[in-house]
T-cell receptor, first 114, second 112 residues
């Protein structure tokens, strides 16, 4: 398994500002992902964070709105830019344990935009 | 495009009852099927992973099965306890690692 730490755990932000969420894993992993869980909804994949290269975004998500960094094999950040109330969600970092196909998730970052 | 549906949306049972949560998916070319538990305000805890070549996995009081031909997976919880109360999510993976499609979840309440 993997232990995944996310910061912040929650935040309240003003419309038009940006927030960066950090994800730290206790071991080197090849695959890191960012998911979003909107209120009352299930999870949707935002993007795959690629180490040393640009992230791969899913349909409906763009780099300008959700820039992602992954400087090494244990750390990634997701920024939610120019926030609006519609961005109020839980953002979750997840990793795949090498070779297992099993995904593990962090505790999530609960974002409220006023 | 993979779609995952979970039935029922909510379930309330008395402690000690055995129960089954259902998950169906539209694309039988599923790579794996993973069951998660989510407590209120928390992240996801992985319960069981079934690879496409497998038919079931067991962990303690939990047993999950996968039938690709019918597009179904079930999570069986034996002798339910109040601590089992949570939202249970199933998610299907395609050939790309990490790209899970999630169902809407089943909210389980086990009352003493």
């Amino acid at each position: 398994s993997a232990v995944i730490s996310q910061k912040p755990s929650r935040d309240i932000c003003q419309r038009g500002t940006s927030l960066t969420i950090q994800c730290q894993v206790d071991s080197q992993v090849t695959m890191m992902f960012w998911y979003r869980q909107q209120p009352g909804q299930s999870l949707t994949l935002i993007a795959t964070a690629n180490q040393g290269s640009e992230a791969t975004y899913e349909s409906g998500f763009v780099i300008d709105k959700f820039p992602i960094s992954r400087p090494n094999l244990t750390f990634s950040t997701l920024t939610v830019s120019n926030m609006s109330p519609e961005d109020s969600s839980i953002y979750l970092c997840s990793v795949e344990v090498i070779g297992s196909g099993e995904l593990f998730f962090g505790e999530g970052s609960r974002l409220t935009v006023l | 495009k993979q779609e995952v549906t979970q039935i029922p949306a909510a379930l309330s049972v008395p402690e000690g009852e055995n129960l089954v949560l259902n998950c169906s998916f539209t694309d039988s070319a599923i790579y794996n099927l993973q069951w998660f538990r989510q407590d209120p305000g928390k992240g996801l805890t992985s319960l069981l992973l079934i690879q496409s070549s497998q038919r079931e996995q067991t962990s303690g009081r939990l047993n999950a099965s996968l039938d690709k031909s019918s597009g179904r997976s079930t999570l069986y919880i034996a002798a339910s306890q109040p601590g089992d109360s949570a939202t249970y999510l199933c998610a299907g993976g395609g050939t790309s690692y990490g790209k899970l499609t999630f169902g809407q979840g089943t909210i389980l309440t086990v009352h003493p």
